[in-house]
């Protein structure tokens, strides 16, 4: 699949059903999604599969992903947020 056809998609997956998911996820799917290397491109995709009680208490910091990729792009999207 082309990049013209997975931003789309990415762009609704990022739709959550919580606010504070939303203002992390749909800005880094259009600021910071490109600078990603195919492997993280591929973890992204696998981060929003993810149930948002997880993704929830993952970003926010009340717990940690147990994949250590998926660790470390949270950190990654979150070092994003705090530029």
């Known amino acids: 699949m ?3 056809m997975i ?7 990022c739709r959550r059903g919580m606010l504070e998911l939303d203002v ?3 800005p880094f ?3 910071g ?6 492997t993280q491109k591929k973890d992204f995709e696998r981060l929003l599969a993810c149930d948002d ?3 929830f208490a993952w970003f926010m910091g009340h ?3 147990a994949d250590p990729q998926l660790q470390a792009l949270i950190a990654v999207i979150l070092d ?3 530029v």
């Open 63 to 65: 717990a940690k992903s």
């Open 2 to 4: 082309t990049e013209l």
């Open 24 to 26: 992390l996820l749909a």
């Open 7 to 13: 931003k789309p998609r990415l762009r609704w997956a």
């Open 33 to 38: 999604y490109d600078a990603l290397s195919l």
């Open 53 to 55: 009680p997880d993704l």
């Open 29 to 31: 799917v259009e600021e």
């Open 80 to 82: 994003r947020v705090r």
